[in-house]
């Protein structure tokens, strides 16, 4: 019925960057926030960014100055853009899409970040 669905994980050299997709679709209404977080083996799912529908962001201290959250509206869809990226940035990266009521998570995508 809800459909999260990410894009553009992928193998990088370090100092490279990637651009993440999340695009919610199907019966849902009235988001609130949307938001990435990512899970590395062995350690907690983080957040790493999230935006509300006014567009007020918030980054994890780590990412700071490295990456880019931003959402289209209009198209129930946001991206992370990542730049710099680093070893310590390979993980599993997970969509939170959120409303008053309810939260949806996408599947993940991996992000390796290896030379």
């Known amino acids: 019925q809800v459909q999260v669905v990410e894009s553009g994980g992928g193998l990088v050299q370090p100092g490279g960057s990637l651009r993440l997709s999340c695009a919610a679709s199907?019966?849902?209404?009235?988001?609130?926030?949307m938001g990435w977080y990512r899970q590395a083996p062995g350690k907690q799912r983080d957040v790493v960014a999230d935006i509300t529908s006014g567009g007020v962001t918030n980054y994890a201290d780590s990412v700071k100055g490295r990456f880019t959250i931003s959402r289209d509206n209009a198209k129930n869809t946001v991206y992370l853009q990542m730049n710099s990226l680093e070893p310590d940035d390979t993980a599993v990266y997970y969509c939170?899409?959120?409303?008053?009521?309810?939260?949806?998570w996408g599947q993940g995508t991996q992000v390796t970040v290896s030379s």
């Open positions: 199907g019966r849902i209404f009235n988001i609130w926030s």
């Open positions: 939170k899409v959120s409303t008053w009521a309810q939260t949806y």
